[in-house]
């Protein structure tokens, strides 16, 4: 097949791309080559065996051209931030879909499949049970209490609530990204549907591997970890460090996206695309220390950053009926960043960069309590 790739100069659209030419695919990338994200303009670990368009995902006529004589999409390029400007989440991520959309019923294009990036994020703060065994989506925990130190979620008889595996039935998005990832997904999913263009929404956990960009500020807690224990020094954990995440691997990820192309039971449909396994951002430190051979403890000094999610584990039983599996650790994950971390001849930069981009952000505060 003939397939498209947007985004795919990023990190998990450029493992896509190499799993699509090995399959023998021919590959057609469209990416901006955005900032920071690409910092240093084309990145090296690009195929040469994959044509590269440079374009906006807004630009009619560029993604025209770029669709022309392609057989399928998977569409990954995304505005991801933690800035205010909320309008961009929206132009990019969900008008962005739409334009695909609009481009292949416009011009009758003979595309078969359309793949798009969800998140993780469009699930909010996730499922819960209450202490009555009654079944509820949070909303954002008040400010007020993240700054006495008080971490946990509520019911609403103001009882601790217990945070349970979610399903992809919860859309509940608490910030400008989930709701713009909530807006592609059902435009992707309503409107293949209605044009019969086989769509698919893949909603990622935490990814982790090689090629996560060292400037982007919405690459995580393995990059930040890692520079940490990479220049001897402790990383922060926020709140208490017992918040659950759902780390998955890239070569999981592109499993996934490589099997809901060639499966038409997976059409018109989202799936969560997780771990499977619930971690603390504690232990998953502990897991970097170890991997980096540090001996340093992370610290933990009752920071906070408002609007963070307390707890999330997707349930991934849906895609597990389609008979994928995940089959990496995080720790798989850490050793493929460390030695992606040590072939780089330019780190020096990378952390003061990171840091001085969180303290303008002013994301960071600190629990009175
Ligand atoms: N990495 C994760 O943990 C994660 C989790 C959930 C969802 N996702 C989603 O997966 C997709 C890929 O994420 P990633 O981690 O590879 O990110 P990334 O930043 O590494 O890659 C995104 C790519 O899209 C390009 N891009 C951005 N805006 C563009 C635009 N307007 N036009 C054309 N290209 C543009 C960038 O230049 C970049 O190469 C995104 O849709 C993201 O929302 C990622």
Redesign the pocket.
């Known amino acids: 097949m003939n397939v498209l790739v ?2 795919g ?5 450029s493992h896509t791309v190499d799993a699509l030419l090995k399959a023998g695919h021919r590959v057609r990338i ?5 900032k920071p ?2 910092l240093k303009g084309v990145p090296v670990y690009l195929s040469p065996d994959a044509e590269l368009v440079v ?4 630009d009619k006529d560029a993604l025209t051209r770029a669709l022309q004589g392609m057989d399928a999409v998977y569409h ?5 931030d933690y800035l205010p400007d909320f309008s961009t989440f929206f132009s ?1 991520n969900a008008a ?1 879909t739409a334009l695909i959309y609009e481009l292949i019923v416009e011009r009758k294009l003979p595309i078969q499949k359309v793949v798009v ?5 469009v699930a909010g703060e996730g499922l819960y049970r209450d202490a009555d065994g009654v079944l509820f989506t949070p909303d954002i925990r008040p400010e007020e209490r993240l700054a006495r130190g008080q971490w946990g979620i509520l019911d609403e008889a103001g009882r601790p609530a217990e945070s349970l595996p979610t399903p992809e039935t919860v859309a509940n998005p608490q910030n400008q990204y989930g709701l713009s ?1 909530l807006s592609q997904e059902k435009i992707a999913l309503s409107l293949g549907r209605r044009y019969r263009i086989p769509s698919v929404a893949l909603r ?4 982790q591997g090689p090629r ?2 060292f400037y ?1 500020a919405y690459s ?1 807690a393995c990059r930040i970890f890692c520079l940490h224990y990479y220049f001897g020094r402790a990383p922060t954990l926020y709140e208490d460090g017992l918040q659950i995440r759902d780390y998955v691997n890239i070569d999981d990820v592109v499993r996934a996206n490589l099997l809901v192309m060639q499966d038409s039971r997976a059409d018109y449909r989202a799936f969560n695309v997780g771990g499977g396994r619930a971690y603390t951002v504690k232990e998953f430190a502990e897991i970097v220390r170890s991997v980096l051979g540090r001996d340093i403890p992370p610290a933990g000094p009752g920071l906070y950053r408002f609007g963070d999610t307390r707890h999330i584990l997707s349930d991934i039983s849906a895609l597990r009926s389609l008979g994928w599996e995940p089959a990496k650790t995080p720790a798989d994950s850490v050793r493929a960043y460390r030695d992606y971390l040590y072939e780089q001849t330019d780190i020096n930069d990378i952390m003061a960069y990171a840091e001085k981009k969180m303290r303008e952000l002013n994301v960071v505060r600190k629990a009175q309590a």
């Open positions: 947007t985004g100069a990023g990190f998990i659209g469209f990416d901006a080559l955005c994200v690409h374009g906006d995902i807004r990954f390029a995304a505005y991801q990019v962005g990036a969800s998140s993780q994020a990832k990622y956990s935490i990814v996560q960009s982007n995580g």
